[in-house]
């Protein structure tokens, strides 16, 4: 079973840049697909970024792409989410979660979640 721990989230203004990381134990999360997802209050999750197990293949959501930027290092049992150019809309809690299925961008298809880390966007 993989257990998931987030951080680097924060308090930041338009335009900054943070780095989110996962850490991942137990299990064989090499062989995972690793997600991210977000939820600001009141609204439901939602899809940010993907990677396969092997980091061959990425998808992101229209909202984040070209700013945000998904990589793994299965040698580190670790996910990354770079973030660039925040904007207020961006502020919600940041999840990551393994599937051992396939890469998806729908959150039954992950079974393993984080706690999540908090990003606030201020504008």
């Known amino acids: 079973q993989v257990q998931l721990v987030e951080s680097g989230g924060g308090l930041v203004q338009a335009g900054a840049s943070l780095r989110l990381s996962c850490a991942a134990s137990?299990?064989?999360?090499?062989?995972?697909?690793l997600g991210w997802f977000r939820q600001a209050p009141g609204k439901e999750r939602d899809f940010v970024a993907g990677?396969?197990?092997?980091?061959?293949?990425?998808d992101y959501a229209d909202s984040v792409k070209g700013r945000f930027t998904i990589s793994r290092d299965n040698a580190k049992n670790a996910g990354y989410l770079q973030m660039n150019n925040l904007e207020p809309e961006d502020t919600a809690v940041y999840f990551c979660?393994?599937?051992?299925?396939?890469?998806?961008?729908?959150?039954?298809?992950?079974?393993?979640w984080g706690r999540g880390t908090q990003v606030t966007v201020s504008s």
């Open positions: 137990g299990g064989t999360f090499s062989r995972n697909a």
């Open positions: 979660a393994a599937s051992n299925k396939y890469l998806s961008v729908t959150s039954r298809d992950y079974g393993y």
């Open positions: 990677i396969s197990w092997s980091g061959g293949n990425t």
